[in-house]
């Protein structure tokens, strides 16, 4: 599974032929979805894997997660084969940028994979740090001001949030070492959740806020978010769209393993008002930013801090609704954010604009992209029949069962600010009548989306529709199981 | 025990004392390269600390991070910093956003605050009993830093001294992880100062200047 991304990456090294390192890339992440998935159909029949050293180790969560790493690299390297080539053409980035961009593609995605199957603390916390080194040099692969300067931000302030975090790793060591004795203390994962109860509580609940502080930078969530927008809007658009679809649930995977100990440890009531903390002030702040945005990358990525604050709430809440939700809620994001950011980026192609401001007429000019944007954002906005109306109602269940009516109410009517400021931009993008496309953008770019790119991005929307009605048997199993173990 | 004269001479909190020095002392020093210098101290007192404890304990282990810390913060990092710095041709920080006094004073007032909240809460007994108020005084006077400085390479500055903290706060929880992690660790925080430093080359190119001032394009 790791070894892939790494031979990907070792080809675009070694070639400078465009055509092989694209199709390495893609037919490396074609792969990977086909050993995802059939690790899943392992962990499926009650396999857990381990390697012999105790350093990897993937049950349902982490085999749940290494789906949607999988399939969203995949979505992303076909775009990117289009969007890259598209910018290649257009001159804004030259030959060796380009070939670099493939390269760190794959050791992004290589970050990333480690992350869920990694059973010691301290391997996660590494690759959550690689993740950000290696990502931030993606956010700044047009080397223009503004992305030099996102990147800048990026990489100074994750960096900052993921020291708090190792930190927090060190003082869960240190509690477990207090368990077990002196210099014998545990940071395997499967190791320190058997043990959690014997874990001193108020060493326990420090490491844990410097835990959420730490991983919840890299997460997005308010108020430690502001690298966010900026990241999200420069980074190239396969790129934005990896950021929010996995890196921010990757990131909050860790979170969610420190939080089994954690709530083991001290008790849930402890991780539920942490996380109701966190989840309320992001989908707060970010309803807020929503409504003034008028850039709409950056109306995205606040819809992306909303979503982990919806995520962070229902994962709050708890009790097989709350994580079921939360689960789902991470795999409906990262289907439908990425593919927003993938019909911006074939806006930006075509009008080489992303203010909502000037365009209008997209289901016109461009009826396929505007359909599937158009499922995009409704499902987004959290509109019934679509996916993500149905975790976000398992959570409100879930809260109702729970009594946390503050919360619900605080949901409720941030929604509906989201709800105003996603149609209030995206409604005018693609209704009325076609403005004139800017012949800048028009003259390099096809102004149809090629056949591969088209039918993924179509898959996409359906399985934002198809997944509003119906979850497949196996899918809901998966995340019964992961729900379970996150449950304890 | 004829190591004991370790812990009889209290030499570990001279040494941490000396770490905490180095990052107070960065409040008032102007010249970049000083503060390189100020940098490379704090980190070899950190592989100096590595090493007592590890005569202290007999740990083989702890020999071999002392010498990973030398190797990488105490040599590599600063000579690479010192490069990049002579590439820009920055010399001196512009006058911070906080003045020299008062600045000191909120530092000594964190070192303080931080003194008085740790006496209770997490307490560790053994040699290293100061370590961890040491450390994470050093590691909320680096943030400080990082927060009222300028100069791009300043802030990168700060970043270092913090994660030395936390690897100081690491040390006196753990003793010492397991020589693997250590290595990731190391390897990372490397990797992050190179990437750093392609980066204010980046800046340096586009803003004709590495003051942070000037990054403020992206907003709201």
């Given at each position: 599974?790791?070894?892939?991304?790494?031979?990907a990456?070792?080809?675009?090294?070694?070639?400078?032929?465009?055509?092989?390192?694209?199709?390495a890339?893609?037919?490396?992440?074609?792969?990977?979805?086909?050993?995802?998935?059939?690790?899943?159909?392992?962990?499926?029949?009650?396999?857990?894997?381990?390697?012999?050293?105790?350093?990897?180790?993937?049950?349902?969560?982490?085999?749940?997660?290494?789906?949607?790493?999988?399939?969203?690299?995949f979505?992303?390297?076909?775009?990117?084969v289009?969007?890259?080539?598209?910018?290649?053409?257009?001159?804004?980035?030259d030959?060796?940028?380009?070939?670099?961009?493939?390269?760190?593609?794959?050791?992004?995605?290589?970050?990333?994979?480690?992350?869920?199957?990694?059973?010691?603390?301290?391997?996660?916390?590494?690759?959550?740090?690689?993740?950000?080194?290696v990502?931030?040099?993606?956010?700044?692969?047009?080397?223009?001001?503004?992305?030099?300067?996102?990147a800048?931000?990026?990489?100074?302030?994750?960096?900052v949030?993921?020291?708090?975090?190792?930190?927090g790793?060190?003082?869960?060591?240190?509690?477990?070492?207090?368990?077990?004795?002196?210099?014998?203390?545990?940071?395997?994962?499967?190791?320190?959740?058997?043990?959690?109860?014997?874990?001193?509580?108020?060493?326990?609940?420090?490491?844990?806020?410097?835990?959420?502080?730490?991983?919840?930078?890299?997460?997005?969530l308010?108020?430690?978010?502001?690298?966010?927008?900026?990241?999200?809007?420069?980074?190239p658009?396969?790129?934005?769209?990896?950021?929010?679809?996995?890196?921010?649930?990757?990131?909050?995977?860790?979170?969610?393993?420190?939080?089994?100990?954690?709530?083991?440890?001290?008790?849930?009531?402890?991780?539920?008002d942490?996380?109701?903390?966190?989840g309320?002030?992001?989908?707060?702040?970010?309803?807020v930013?929503?409504?003034?945005?008028?850039?709409?990358?950056?109306?995205l990525?606040?819809?992306?801090?909303?979503?982990?604050?919806?995520?962070?709430?229902?994962?709050?809440?708890?009790?097989?609704?709350?994580?079921?939700?939360?689960?789902?809620?991470?795999?409906?994001?990262?289907?439908?954010?990425?593919l927003?950011?993938?019909?911006?980026?074939?806006?930006?192609?075509?009008?080489?604009?992303?203010?909502?401001e000037?365009?209008?007429?997209?289901?016109?000019?461009?009826?396929?992209?505007?359909?599937?944007?158009?499922?995009?954002?409704?499902?987004?906005?959290?509109?019934?029949p679509?996916?993500?109306?149905?975790?976000?109602?398992?959570?409100?269940?879930?809260?109702?069962?729970?009594?946390?009516?503050?919360?619900?109410?605080?949901?409720?009517?941030?929604?509906?600010?989201v709800?105003?400021?996603l149609?209030?931009?995206?409604?005018?993008?693609?209704?009325?009548?076609?403005?004139?496309?800017?012949?800048?953008?028009?003259?390099?770019?096809?102004?149809?989306?090629?056949?591969?790119?088209?039918?993924?991005?179509?898959g996409?929307?359906?399985a934002?529709?198809?997944?509003?009605?119906?979850?497949?048997?196996?899918?809901?199993?998966l995340?019964?199981?992961?729900?379970?173990?996150?449950?304890? | 025990?004829?190591?004991?004269?370790?812990?009889?001479?209290?030499?570990?909190?001279?040494?941490?004392?000396?770490?905490?020095?180095?990052?107070?002392?960065?409040?008032?020093?102007?010249?970049i390269?000083?503060?390189?210098?100020?940098y490379?101290?704090?980190?070899?007192?950190?592989?100096?600390?590595?090493?007592?404890?590890?005569?202290?304990?007999?740990?083989?282990?702890?020999?071999?991070?002392?010498?990973?810390?030398?190797?990488?913060?105490?040599?590599?990092?600063?000579?690479?910093?010192?490069?990049?710095?002579?590439?820009?041709?920055?010399?001196?920080?512009?006058?911070?956003?906080?003045?020299?006094?008062?600045?000191?004073?909120?530092?000594?007032?964190?070192?303080v605050?931080?003194?008085?909240?740790?006496?209770?809460?997490?307490?560790?007994?053994?040699?290293?009993?100061?370590?961890?108020?040491?450390?994470?005084?050093?590691?909320?006077?680096?943030?400080?830093?990082?927060?009222?400085?300028?100069?791009?390479?300043?802030?990168?500055?700060?970043?270092?001294?913090?994660e030395?903290?936390?690897?100081?706060?690491?040390?006196?929880?753990?003793?010492?992880?397991?020589?693997?992690?250590?290595?990731?660790?190391?390897?990372?925080?490397?990797?992050?100062?190179?990437?750093?430093?392609v980066?204010?080359?980046?800046?340096?190119?586009?803003?004709a200047?590495?003051?942070?001032?000037?990054?403020?394009?992206?907003?709201?």
């Amino acid at each position: 599974m790791m070894i892939i991304p790494a031979a990907a990456a070792l080809i675009c090294l070694l070639t400078r032929q465009r055509r092989v390192y694209e199709y390495a890339t893609v037919a490396g992440a074609a792969a990977m979805v086909f050993i995802a998935l059939s690790i899943a159909a392992g962990v499926l029949r009650g396999l857990v894997i381990k390697s012999p050293g105790g350093m990897i180790y993937v049950d349902a969560l982490s085999a749940f997660m290494l789906v949607i790493i999988a399939l969203l690299s995949f979505v992303a390297a076909v775009y990117s084969v289009e969007y890259m080539g598209n910018e290649l053409t257009a001159g804004h980035l030259d030959k060796k940028a380009h070939r670099y961009y493939y390269l760190l593609y794959n050791l992004f995605i290589f970050t990333m994979v480690l992350i869920p199957m990694a059973n010691n603390l301290a391997i996660l916390w590494m690759a959550i740090e690689g993740t950000t080194l290696v990502s931030a040099l993606l956010v700044g692969t047009y080397r223009r001001r503004e992305s030099v300067e996102a990147a800048w931000k990026y990489i100074i302030l994750c960096t900052v949030g993921i020291t708090f975090a190792l930190l927090g790793t060190f003082i869960v060591y240190y509690a477990s070492s207090g368990a077990l004795g002196e210099g014998k203390g545990v940071l395997e994962w499967t190791a320190l959740t058997s043990m959690a109860s014997r874990l001193n509580p108020a060493t326990i609940k420090l490491g844990f806020i410097l835990i959420i502080v730490g991983y919840g930078t890299k997460a997005g969530l308010a108020p430690v978010h502001n690298w966010l927008p900026d990241a999200h809007s420069e980074a190239p658009t396969p790129i934005s769209a990896l950021l929010s679809g996995i890196l921010l649930n990757c990131a909050f995977y860790g979170v969610m393993r420190f939080a089994v100990i954690a709530r083991a440890s001290c008790g849930p009531a402890f991780v539920r008002d942490m996380m109701f903390l966190f989840g309320i002030s992001s989908v707060v702040v970010a309803s807020v930013f929503m409504l003034i945005q008028g850039n709409v990358k950056r109306l995205l990525a606040y819809s992306s801090i909303e979503h982990m604050g919806i995520i962070a709430l229902s994962f709050g809440v708890g009790g097989p609704f709350g994580l079921y939700a939360s689960l789902l809620h991470i795999l409906n994001h990262a289907i439908g954010k990425p593919l927003m950011f993938f019909v911006t980026g074939r806006i930006k192609g075509l009008y080489n604009s992303v203010e909502s401001e000037g365009i209008s007429g997209i289901l016109k000019a461009m009826p396929l992209m505007g359909v599937i944007g158009f499922i995009g954002v409704m499902a987004l906005a959290g509109a019934p029949p679509f996916s993500m109306f149905v975790s976000e109602f398992l959570m409100l269940r879930a809260l109702a069962a729970g009594g946390y009516w503050y919360v619900m109410g605080v949901f409720l009517a941030t929604g509906g600010l989201v709800f105003y400021g996603l149609l209030k931009n995206f409604g005018g993008m693609f209704l009325g009548a076609p403005s004139m496309p800017l012949p800048v953008g028009a003259a390099v770019y096809k102004s149809k989306t090629s056949f591969i790119t088209g039918t993924v991005m179509f898959g996409m929307a359906m399985a934002l529709v198809v997944m509003g009605i119906y979850i497949p048997g196996p899918l809901d199993r998966l995340i019964t199981l992961s729900a379970g173990i996150i449950g304890g | 025990m004829p190591r004991q004269w370790v812990v009889v001479y209290s030499i570990t909190d001279f040494i941490t004392i000396g770490m905490l020095l180095t990052v107070v002392a960065m409040n008032s020093i102007k010249r970049i390269e000083t503060c390189l210098r100020a940098y490379t101290l704090n980190s070899l007192l950190l592989a100096l600390l590595m090493a007592i404890s590890a005569f202290y304990l007999d740990a083989a282990h702890l020999y071999v991070a002392a010498a990973f810390t030398l190797v990488s913060k105490g040599i590599a990092i600063p000579l690479f910093l010192k490069k990049v710095v002579r590439d820009l041709k920055i010399t001196r920080e512009v006058e911070p956003n906080i003045n020299t006094p008062l600045s000191l004073v909120i530092t000594s007032v964190l070192v303080v605050v931080v003194y008085s909240s740790l006496s209770k809460g997490i307490f560790i007994e053994g040699f290293t009993e100061n370590t961890l108020k040491v450390s994470v005084s050093i590691i909320l006077i680096s943030l400080f830093i990082m927060i009222t400085r300028r100069k791009a390479v300043t802030q990168v500055i700060g970043l270092l001294l913090m994660e030395n903290g936390v690897f100081l706060a690491g040390f006196s929880l753990t003793y010492g992880m397991s020589t693997i992690i250590e290595l990731g660790v190391v390897f990372d925080v490397l990797m992050g100062v190179i990437i750093l430093g392609v980066f204010l080359t980046q800046i340096k190119k586009s803003f004709a200047k590495v003051d942070l001032d000037k990054l403020n394009t992206l907003k709201g």
